[in-house]
């Protein structure tokens, strides 16, 4: 067998000298198969080798010029005008931050002239038009990285001394002024494009003033003050308006199931009139609205420039008009449950939507304390048709109707609950932000024993009085929203007001006006994040056939509750205010009540006052999974009477103690609570997790209970508290 001599350390020379060796040594495999099979091996061992020499040589290609050093610091020097966190957040490499624990910050030498021209531009742009910056050296802090060490010489700024325009009158001019952002006095930038924002401003007020092919174009001249003094900067705007456009026809295109009259009634353009472009916005807008297009277009089409005539074209993608939903779930009540809807948002292209929704659920529930097992558990339902028509004869007014029924167990005071209503009423747009909501409602409850609660529960019920009772309202409210996004708010303002009169003229069982108002702000936070933050106020008075109740002339249901993952975290749900005191009141709530009780419920109150700020910053190196977290402080009660409300009452912080023990919490108190949450972002809203520590602890002592607020409360929600 022939030998393979040397040393050579080349894989590629190594591999043809073993296929030398396997050409001159090949036999019969039937003479020689153990030597067959290591040449094999040789064989394959070469081939691995060659791709192995080949790759490391394209990888060195690659790499050439490429070699990355690890990054310890940043020094700026130099710089006056902007601090070293804003210049640090212009470039695109970074420090090492806490914000980045497990990432090691890396930079390539070669680009470093980059990150200058960063640096230079935005000061140019600033009117630093003479900046020099550069890179003084890079010193190396063993175990640590590079320090480099960059030089700003700033130079004379170069202001705005003049803004002129040119084609336009006086009274456009000083319109234009007053939206200008590069005005006299402002840093002039060095290049025209950073204009741009200006002039965008001033060509859509032209458009929104019937100009649609205006013309904008700036110039900036420089003006040498002397030596000491650099440079100042004059700007011209050169502005053509043209003619006036109007319009001289629509056209529709893409609403194949949607009736043309649909389209055109939320249209706010007309053939014959201006063309506006702030009227095509709007239109679009309604048109989105509406629910029934996934996409809206309106794109000029046929301009006439020697008539000044646009024809416009609305271009319209329609949604899949039905729909419907299933879902399961199980519980420690509703051992099964199941979820059904269905929905047409354009019946027969009229625009009228239907809905049909319906839950079921298999309840397995203690009945009066005892146990009941699965094959003995009863069944809940709840179901509602909603009918709505947005347009009622084409006005600007909606028509809602919503029938329901439902059928609730109640194991824990014996009693089923058997409930239907209607709720009929109209929606309008007051103006784009600005919506109302008016609705009458009739609500029919009929309580009856639970089918296995023990016979002696008979005489309470029928002690008590318990009879069919309805409720007749009549409910008012309007919603103000200057909020950004509905779903994930981080800037504007969102109110809301309600006014709600029951019995009276409207009849039925129970006389009594509600009202509240809440306001809600949401703006950036200086570290980070959204500041949230809500006043909800509220109060409840009964008149007529309900007056000589006093504060029981408002139904339970009806009544304020403060405490929960909405309210005030840090207490348990509906836990604040005026408590049941003995077992005939709390017999008569349950009987009475279509509303789940807990075992120690409090009363509710007829006043209501909640304060809550709310921080949500995303999670420095989780946030790419989409966590986040919280820091919350707020605070909230009830009250039966506005007497109950008393300045004392709002201090920050005191313990449960005795009762009777004027130091000691109160139920007319105004709870604070803080705490901290989780939040997992999902595309149906955030889920959730909040834990909250209470500051002002109570005791509950009377013949029905002796207990204490917990010390720390944890809540598991879906969406945000507000």
Same mark, same amino acid.
């Given at each position: ?31 020689? +198969? ?26 060195? %290609? ?40 497990? %990432? ?208 416009? %074209? ?176 981080? &800037? ?127 999670? +420095? ?34 313990? +449960? ?52 607020? &917990? ?12």
């Amino acid at each position: 067998m022939a030998k393979i001599n040397g040393s050579h350390k080349d894989p590629a020379i190594l591999a043809s000298r073993v296929m030398q060796g396997i050409t001159l040594q090949m036999l019969p495999c039937h003479q020689f +198969p153990h030597r067959t099979f290591i040449l094999l091996a040789c064989f394959v061992v070469a081939v691995c080798l060659t791709f192995a020499a080949g790759s490391v040589v394209a990888d060195d %290609e690659l790499d050439f010029g490429m070699d990355d050093q690890r990054l310890h610091q940043i020094q700026l020097n130099g710089n006056k005008t902007f601090s070293d966190d804003v210049l640090k957040s212009v470039l695109q490499i970074r420090e090492p931050s806490w914000k980045r624990l497990f %990432e090691v910050p890396r930079y390539k030498p070669r680009l470093v002239e980059t990150q200058l021209n960063l640096l230079s531009n935005y000061h140019r742009n600033r009117g630093f038009h003479q900046v020099a910056v550069s890179l003084d050296s890079v010193v190396n802090q063993l175990d640590k990285g590079d320090v480099l060490h960059i030089s700003i010489v700033e130079g004379p700024r170069t202001l705005i001394s003049k803004v002129a325009f040119s084609g336009i009158d006086n009274e456009l001019e000083q319109e234009i002024r007053s939206i200008l952002q590069l005005v006299e006095g402002q840093p002039a930038p060095m290049d025209l494009n950073a204009f741009g924002g200006d002039i965008f401003a001033i060509m859509r007020m032209l458009q929104n003033r019937a100009h649609m092919l205006a013309k904008v174009v700036p110039e900036m001249t420089l003006v040498s003050g002397g030596d000491m003094e650099g440079f100042s900067a004059e700007v011209l705007y050169r502005i053509d308006s043209g003619r006036l456009y109007t319009v001289k026809d629509i056209r529709l295109a893409g609403n194949i199931l949607t009736r043309d009259n649909l389209l055109t009634r939320e249209l706010v353009i007309r053939t014959g009139q201006p063309l506006y472009w702030n009227h095509l916005e709007d239109s679009r807008h309604r048109l989105l609205l509406t629910s029934l297009f996934r996409d809206v277009s309106i794109i000029p089409v046929d301009i006439d420039t020697l008539g000044g005539k646009v024809g416009l %074209e609305v271009r319209v993608v329609e949604r899949k008009p039905a729909y419907y939903e299933l879902g399961f779930g199980v519980g420690s009540r509703e051992r099964a449950r199941i979820l059904l809807a269905w929905s047409h948002r354009n019946l027969r292209g009229s625009g009228r939507r239907l809905q049909v929704r319906g839950r079921g659920s298999w309840n397995v529930e203690d009945v009066m304390g005892e146990p009941v097992d699965f094959s003995n558990g009863q069944v809940n339902y709840q179901t509602a048709v909603t009918f709505v028509d947005p347009r009622l004869n084409d006005s600007r007014y909606s028509f809602d109707v919503e029938a329901f029924l439902k059928r609730e167990t109640r194991g824990e005071s014996g009693l089923n609950l058997q409930i239907h209503g209607l709720n009929m009423g109209t929606t309008w747009k007051a103006s784009r932000r600005v919506t109302n909501n008016v609705f009458l409602g009739i609500k029919v409850t009929d309580p009856v024993l639970h089918s296995m609660a023990e016979e002696e529960i008979q005489e309470r019920f029928d002690e008590t009085g318990v009879s069919l009772t309805q409720t007749h309202s009549l409910t008012w409210a309007v919603y103000v929203d200057h909020r950004n996004d509905i779903f994930r708010p981080s &800037s504007g303002m969102y109110t809301v007001g309600t006014m709600q009169l029951t019995g009276g003229p409207a009849g039925g069982d129970y006389s009594f006006f509600k009202s509240s108002a809440s306001w809600q702000n949401y703006h950036r936070f200086p570290l980070g994040g959204v500041l949230a933050m809500r006043l909800l106020m509220g109060g409840a008075w009964p008149y007529g056939q309900s007056a000589d109740q006093g504060a029981d002339g408002i139904p339970y249901d009806d009544r304020f509750f403060a405490g929960g993952g909405s309210t005030v975290r840090g207490y348990d749900h509906n836990s604040l205010g005026p408590q049941v005191t003995n077992q005939d009141e709390l017999d008569y709530l349950n009987y009475t009540s279509d509303v789940l009780l807990p075992d120690e419920p409090a009363r509710g109150g007829n006043y209501l006052l909640l304060t809550n700020m709310e921080w949500r910053f995303p999670l +420095p190196w989780l946030s790419r999974w989409n966590l986040g977290s919280v820091l919350f402080f707020e605070g909230g009660n009830v009250w039966e009477r506005v007497e109950d409300v008393r300045m004392r009452g709002f201090r920050l912080h005191s313990e +449960p103690g005795d009762p009777n023990d004027p130091a000691s919490t109160k139920i007319w108190d105004f709870r604070y609570s803080y705490g901290t949450g989780l939040r997992l972002d999902t595309p149906i809203g955030p889920v959730r997790v909040d834990v909250g520590f209470p500051l002002k602890r109570a005791r509950y002592k009377d013949e029905v209970k002796d207990v204490s607020d &917990s010390k720390m409360v944890w809540h598991f929600s879906l969406g945000y508290p507000f």
